[in-house]
């Protein structure tokens, strides 16, 4: 099973609320109003309504990550070695 991650890239964040608006249970404020991801890793319950989240950003802030991918990327890593 992939693990799903988000985060908020404060550079790119205009503060419009959307994302959390969607999805309050992952977004929430920090401390000078830029949205941020609440949890580490997404509940399995939870994808769609991160997913939707992501989509809603108008400035493309949210990134996705995968743990398999990160995984992925160490093996290859090792196996250049
Ligand atoms: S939808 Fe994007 S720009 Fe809007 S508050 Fe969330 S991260 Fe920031």
Redesign the pocket.
């Known amino acids: 099973m992939v693990a799903i991650r988000v985060y ?2 404060p550079d ?11 999805c309050p249970e992952i ?1 929430h ?1 920090d401390e000078d109003g ?3 991801a609440e949890v580490d890793e997404v509940p399995e319950e939870l994808e769609d309504l991160a997913y939707e ?1 992501l989509d ?7 990134i996705e990550d995968s743990e398999e991918e990160e995984k992925d990327d160490i093996t290859l890593a090792m196996k250049k070695d």
């Open positions: 908020v890239d790119l964040c205009i503060s419009c609320g959307a994302c959390i608006d969607t977004f404020w830029i949205a941020e989240a809603s950003c108008p400035t493309d802030a949210i």
